[in-house]
C-alpha cells in the first residue's frame, strides 16, 4: 500500500476541507443544537459531486476511489458528525449495493438522482429485535403478481424520514433463516410507506434517525436488488464497504478533539503559563495524536484493498473498531483538557463528545467487530 496521497487525492482533501471550514463549520452548532436536517449544505454538496463520490461517471457521479472517499468523510465529519454520516450511507449503503448488485435499469434509474443529490439514500436493516443479529429480521415481503407486499417495520434508520431512495430488506422466505432475506430498492413514495417517531438522540443531533412503518406496501418485482434470498449476503458485504466511512467518520470527529485541544492549550494560562507547557497535557496530546494517525491508516488500508477488490471484512472492522474507539477516547481527553469549560455547550468538544459515541455502536457494534476479526483469523 503506498500511504502517500497522489495528486487528486491531495486535491480532493484541499477542495472538501475548505468547504467544510466555509460552509459547515459555522452553522453546525446551530444545526446540533435545533436538529435541524442539513439540508442545505447537502444541496451544495451536490454541486461539488460529494453525493455521488464513488458512482461511475457513466452514471453521473464522481468515479471516485474509496481512499478519496474516506477523505471527503473525515473533512466533512471533522466540522460536522452528522453531515458526515448521512453523506457515508448515501454513498456506501445505497449507492454502493445498487451499483454492485443492481441491473442496469436499476442502475439507470437510481443512480443518477442519488449522485445529484436530488433525494438522500438510506439503509433499512434494522428492526426492533433485529440489530446486531440481522438474521432476525421480521419484515416479510410476499410477492403477488407483479409487486411484492411488504409488512413489518424498521428503526434507527440513518435520514429515515427524509430520505427518498432505500435499501430495505425483508424476508421472502420464512423457512430458510437468513438465506430467505431479500433486498429491495423502495422509494418513499410507495404506497403503504410511512415514518415513524424521529428518536431524540445523545449525539448526531442534525442527523434524523426514525423509525420506518410499511403497511403492506407495494414494491415492483423489478425493484428486487439481486435475487431472492441473497439479501443477507448483500447486507453483509455492504455494511464491510459502510463501515470504512464510519471509520473515517471516528477519525474526523478525533481529529477535531485533537485540533481543538491543541488550540486551547494554547491559549489557556494557569500558573502564570499556557497549559500547553504541562507535561500532562502534552502526554493527552500526543496519545491522541499518535492513535489518530493509526487509524487514519488503517481506514485507508482497507479503503486500498476495496479498491483492488479484496475482501475487507477483517480490514474494515479493524478500521471501524479501532478508530470509533479512537473517536471516544480522543473525546474524553479533549474535554479533560478543557476542564470545566469542556463541559459547557459554549465549546465545540462537547458536541464532539456526544457525537463520538454512536460511531462504537453503528454499522456494528465494537463488540460485533471484534467478533467479525476473530473469525476471519480463527477460519
Request: charged share 25%.
Amino acid at each position: 500500500m503506498q500511504l502517500e496521497l497522489n495528486e487528486q487525492q491531495k486535491m480532493i482533501q484541499k477542495m472538501v476541507r475548505e468547504f467544510a471550514e466555509k460552509e459547515i463549520a459555522p452553522v453546525a452548532a446551530d444545526l446540533d443544537k435545533k436538529a435541524e436536517y442539513p439540508t442545505k449544505i447537502l444541496q451544495k454538496m451536490a454541486k461539488l459531486g460529494l453525493l455521488g463520490i464513488i458512482i461511475p461517471t457513466e452514471y453521473g457521479g464522481a468515479g471516485l476511489d474509496t481512499i478519496s472517499y474516506a477523505i471527503v468523510i473525515e473533512e466533512i465529519s471533522r466540522k460536522c458528525a452528522s453531515t458526515g454520516v448521512i453523506t457515508s450511507v448515501h454513498n456506501s449503503l445505497v449507492s454502493w449495493p445498487i451499483m454492485k448488485y443492481g441491473t442496469e435499469e436499476q442502475k439507470k434509474k437510481y443512480l443518477p438522482i442519488l449522485a445529484k443529490g436530488e433525494k438522500i439514500g438510506a439503509f433499512a436493516g434494522t428492526e426492533p429485535n433485529a440489530g446486531s443479529d440481522l438474521g432476525a429480521m421480521r419484515t416479510s415481503a410476499e410477492l403477488k403478481g407483479d409487486k411484492y407486499i411488504i409488512n413489518g417495520d424498521k428503526t434507527f434508520i440513518t435520514s429515515g424520514s427524509e430520505a427518498g431512495i432505500l435499501i430495505v430488506f425483508a424476508v421472502t422466505d420464512k423457512n430458510a433463516g437468513s438465506k430467505g432475506i431479500s433486498a429491495f430498492i423502495v422509494e418513499n413514495t410507495f404506497k403503504g410507506f410511512k415514518v415513524g417517531s424521529i428518536f431524540d438522540k445523545m449525539g448526531i443531533n442534525a442527523n434524523h434517525v426514525s423509525e420506518l412503518v410499511f403497511e403492506n406496501m407495494e414494491v415492483p418485482k423489478e425493484n428486487l436488488l439481486g435475487k431472492e434470498g441473497e439479501g443477507f449476503k448483500i447486507a453483509l458485504s455492504t455494511l464491510d464497504a459502510g463501515r470504512v466511512g464510519i471509520g473515517a467518520q471516528a477519525v474526523g470527529i478525533a481529529q477535531a478533539c485533537l485540533d481543538e485541544s491543541i488550540e486551547y492549550a494554547k491559549q489557556r494560562q494557569q500558573f502564570g503559563r499556557p497549559i500547553s507547557s504541562f507535561q500532562a497535557i502534552q502526554w493527552m496530546i500526543a496519545d491522541m495524536a499518535t492513535r489518530i494517525e493509526a487509524a487514519r491508516y488503517l481506514v485507508y488500508n482497507a479503503a486500498y484493498k476495496k479498491d483492488k477488490g479484496i475482501r475487507i471484512s477483517k480490514e474494515a472492522a479493524m478500521a471501524k473498531l479501532f478508530a470509533s474507539e479512537t473517536a471516544v477516547e480522543a473525546a474524553i481527553k479533549a474535554v479533560q483538557i478543557h476542564g470545566g469549560y469542556g463541559y459547557t455547550k459554549e465549546y465545540t468538544v462537547e458536541r464532539l463528545f456526544r457525537d463520538s459515541k454512536i460511531t462504537e455502536i453503528y454499522e456494528g457494534t465494537s463488540e460485533i467487530q471484534r467478533l467479525v476479526i476473530a473469525n476471519s483469523l480463527l477460519k
